[in-house]
């Protein structure tokens, strides 16, 4: 008999047991053993706790690393014996759930999914499901009547499961999701206007390129950049051709009748691709990169200062622009006073104009427009200004966003009315279909914003199932993983 091992060595005990011989003719077993439970089961080659201890590195570690780890403890296994114990550990009872959380996981990244069902008030995994459709949540959901609050995301197979399988629950909209379905709007928003506003620069570029520099004409900061123009190359426009070509060959597929998968299949493309661009009802167009800004960029107008004051020393201003925290080489500083002795007018650079020219990038603006204020830098606070300041988007969008934030921290759901009017009025189409979603989930949406509930636990236990399933290298069933995630220690 196999036991736990003492100092690293293996232990095996040898069992001396009694029998006993019934003398009952009638009796159909002649022979009895003697049971010794809880200490050894009935025909088992090991110890109870053995078995346990290989049971609890299964449900750490899993198979073939359990095998590994436990002979490097001094027990002597397999990695199918490992297997056998984490399948053997018998379901936990089934307490009533009254606040469960539904979210979904993947598989297969972007292929396959399922469901993570989780008991809120005991933060503990009820069960895993092998797919995320509504009638697969809506049977599990109809077997416990106890449920008196789902909290779900904003996806609608979850609601319908819900609204058909739990009647008598109230839902709940995870209050991370809103904010990140609100961050999403307010990206492309911003990205609407950084496109609108670098095809207005390419326009005024393209102008001064044409226009031949006189007595009176100003050198910017960014002029002594490269002198290639600003206009789309013949690249960018095989890059747009190649573009409408699989636009319309998209369109064509879905005029056959073909799904979404099957068109992202033989395109090539992935299916959030192909059903954006089938939404729009346009080709889409190519991205319009904003210019690399260097450090040099910072100490520009010093030196357009210092060089109209008469100071026309390369080395010198080098000299004074390393004294204010220039880091760069004067290499940087010469090819700028290259376009500036090449230039005839004199050089002068706005405050306001230099100011456009350092506005941050969409990406780090969304930040920027949702973040608390209290959290922001120096120099967030001034490029926030900035911004607000150059974009009337932006000025409309940040209080709205703001008030949201607040409501939302505050769980102030009886407000959700009064902002809505406010995001309304504020003619923006990106916001016009964020509140058009906040109308047709409105109860889950003032649930969320009002109990102290939410999907937070559902979240953290799906991050710790992605673990336990990597651990795996993603190779494991359904059965196994719901084991190892049930009774994840």
């Known amino acids: 008999m196999a036991d736990l091992p003492c100092a690293g060595q293996r232990v095996q005990l040898i069992l001396h047991v009694r029998k006993f011989f019934c003398d009952t003719s009638e009796c159909p077993r002649t022979i009895f053993t003697e049971r010794l439970i809880p200490f050894v089961e009935p025909r088992a080659r090991m110890t109870c706790r053995l078995a346990q201890a290989i049971q609890l590195i299964g449900l750490a570690t899993c198979g073939k690393l359990g095998a590994r780890l436990a002979a490097r403890l001094g027990i002597q296994t397999s990695w199918m014996t490992v297997l056998a114990r984490i399948m053997a ?11 469960l959380g539904v979210d979904d996981f993947s598989f297969r990244r972007g292929c396959t999914f399922g469901t993570i069902l989780v008991d809120l008030e005991r933060h503990q995994v009820l069960d895993l499901l092998a797919d995320r459709q509504a009638e697969t949540a809506e049977a599990w ?13 904003r996806g609608g197979d979850y609601a319908a499961a819900a609204r058909k399988g739990a009647p008598q629950a109230q839902q709940s909209a ?29 326009q005024e570029s393209q102008a001064e390129a044409c226009a031949e520099p006189g007595p009176a004409s100003r050198l910017s900061g960014e002029t002594w950049r490269s002198r290639r123009s600003r206009t789309p190359g013949q690249g960018q426009q095989v890059r747009q051709a190649a573009r409408s070509a699989e636009y319309e060959q998209m369109r064509s597929l879905e005029a056959q009748g073909l799904r979404v998968v099957e068109i992202a299949r033989q395109l090539g493309k992935s299916h959030g691709t192909v059903r954006r661009w089938l939404a729009q009802g346009a080709c889409p167009a190519g991205i319009h990169r904003r210019p690399r800004f260097s450090q040099f960029d910072a100490y520009t107008p010093y030196v357009l200062e210092r060089w109209q004051a008469g100071c026309h020393n390369g080395l010198q201003l080098w000299h004074e622009i390393a004294e204010r925290g220039f880091r760069g080489t004067a290499r940087m500083l010469y090819a700028f006073l290259a376009t500036v002795r090449a230039s005839t007018g004199a050089l002068e650079t706005a405050p306001a104009q230099a100011a456009l020219h350092h506005l941050p990038s969409a990406k ?3 930040w ?12 967030e606070r001034e490029a926030l200004a900035a911004l607000c300041q150059a974009s009337p988007t932006a ?5 709205l966003v703001q008030a949201f934030r607040q409501l939302l921290h ?3 759901g009886d407000l959700l009315d009064e902002w809505l009017a406010q995001a309304r009025a504020s003619q923006i189409k990106e916001l016009q279909s964020f509140v058009h979603g906040i109308e047709k989930d409105k109860a889950a949406v003032i649930t969320g914003l009002t109990r102290p509930q939410s999907n937070a636990q559902t979240e953290g236990q799906n991050t710790k199932l992605k673990l336990i399933k990597r651990t795996m290298y993603g190779r494991a069933g359904l059965p196994l993983l719901r084991q190892r995630v049930v009774h994840a220690l």
């Open 410 to 412: 505050q769980r102030r």
């Open 89 to 99: 550990k018998p379901a936990p009872p089934a307490p009533p759930v009254v606040q």
């Open 174 to 202: 995870d209050r991370f999701h809103l904010m990140k379905n609100l961050t999403e709007a307010v990206g492309l928003a911003l990205v609407r206007c950084w496109t609108k506003h670098q095809q207005e620069r390419q």
């Open 395 to 399: 000025q409309t969008l940040y209080p």
């Open 364 to 366: 780090k603006a969304v």
């Open 141 to 153: 959901m109809r077997a416990s009547p106890t449920i008196e609050l789902v909290c779900r995301d």
């Open 368 to 379: 920027l427009l949702v973040r608390d204020p209290a959290d922001l830098e120096a120099d």
